[in-house]
């Protein structure tokens, strides 16, 4: 029992993409290995490698990709690959590695196993945002794009208080002054969320959270809004700093005071294998010392 939902609706594997996060040393060499392997199976493989920032575009339908990295490689890739559905077997070249299950020393073990189709395939919902500012109400293109763990609104000047009005529907809207807001995914909630109080939820819940960082008041809670919810932010105006909208903290973007970002549940879920050796709780434990007991 791996605490996953699974669904073993993976099918035939024929092309593997590779997505490796060159700034680990390992992860070169590795993919080569992989190559090895999966071509001795008969299956064909491609290598994407980058070193920070990177444009991964993606024009074959893949039956698999496999990161090698960490977390962020995970996350990079998931962002990309999630649309065109195809499942990502993440193998851990990180430090801490907890979307990283699987471990580079195991990876021939789990390959195979994926391959004879023996998967543990979990489903994790993503958000999708998109902005309207300035430019794209004067006929521009609109920013749009979205996240495997979160989408952040925080001030990137000096520290000010940062004035946000966060509409829930029609008719409930919640007025933040905080050093800014995490909307975060269920995966996400391990991440930043956690850091800034918020609930842990299981990585396989569908649902949004909405955390005020350090909020101006002590009434704020973190809410865990329902995941058809669909959110609009508005940036209020005469702001006391520089805004800025972060991405699964790997890309950002400025706002600007009138600017309405809209945020709700992507149309398209991650799909994440897993070795299966270890639950979500038990990961919970080990990574991020929750004791889950009375000790
Ligand atoms: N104060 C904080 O804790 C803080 C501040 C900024 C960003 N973040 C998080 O970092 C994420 C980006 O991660 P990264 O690896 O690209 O950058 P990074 O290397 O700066 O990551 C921060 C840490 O968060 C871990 N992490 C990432 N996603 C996680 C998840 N879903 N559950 C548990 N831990 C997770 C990473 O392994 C890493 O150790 C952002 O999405 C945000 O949630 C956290
Ligand atoms: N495509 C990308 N664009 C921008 N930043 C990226 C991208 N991929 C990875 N990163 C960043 O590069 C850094 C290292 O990547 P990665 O997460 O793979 O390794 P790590 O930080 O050692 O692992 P872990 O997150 O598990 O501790 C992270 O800060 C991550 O956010």
Redesign the pocket.
């Known amino acids: 029992m791996t605490g996953y939902m699974t669904d073993t609706n993976l099918g035939n594997i024929e092309e593997v993409l590779i997505v490796a ?1 060159y ?2 040393p390992e992860a070169k060499p590795l993919s080569h290995s992989i190559q090895i392997f999966l071509e001795e199976k008969g299956v064909k493989s491609e290598v994407f490698g ?1 070193s ?3 444009d ?1 575009v993606c024009e074959r339908n893949y039956d698999l990709a496999i990161t090698l ?8 890739a998931s962002r990309i690959l999630a649309p065109l559905n195809i499942p990502i077997l993440p193998i ?9 299950e699987v471990s580079k020393d195991d990876w021939q073990n789990d390959l195979e196993r994926v391959l004879k189709g023996e998967v543990n395939l979990g489903s994790r919902m993503m958000l999708s945002f998109n902005l309207k500012n300035d430019a794209s109400k004067r006929g521009g293109e609109e920013l749009c794009g979205r996240a495997m763990n979160d989408v952040v609104i925080s001030g990137s000047g000096i520290s000010k208080l940062v004035n946000l009005m966060v509409h829930l529907d029609e008719s409930e809207h919640i007025e933040y002054k905080a050093d800014g807001i995490i909307f975060s995914t269920s995966t996400g909630s391990t991440a930043y969320s956690a850091a800034a109080g918020g609930p842990i939820l299981h990585p396989e819940m569908n649902a949004i959270i909405l955390n005020p960082i350090c909020p101006f008041t002590l009434s704020h809670r973190p809410l865990v809004l329902p995941s058809e919810s669909e959110l609009r932010v508005e940036i209020a105006e005469d702001q006391r700093t520089e805004l800025t909208l972060t991405v ?4 950002s973007y400025p706002l600007k005071s009138g600017d309405e970002l809209f945020i709700r549940k992507a149309s398209s879920a991650a799909r994440i294998l897993y070795s299966g050796s270890r639950s979500f709780y038990e990961v919970l434990r080990a990574k991020l010392s929750w004791t889950g007991g009375p000790e």
Request: no cysteine; charged share 15%; net charge neutral.
């Open positions: 996060n700034q680990k980058f920070g920032k990177a991964l990295g960490g977390d962020g490689t995970v996350l990079f851990n070249l990180g430090n801490f590695g907890f979307i990283t699964d903290g790997q890309l």
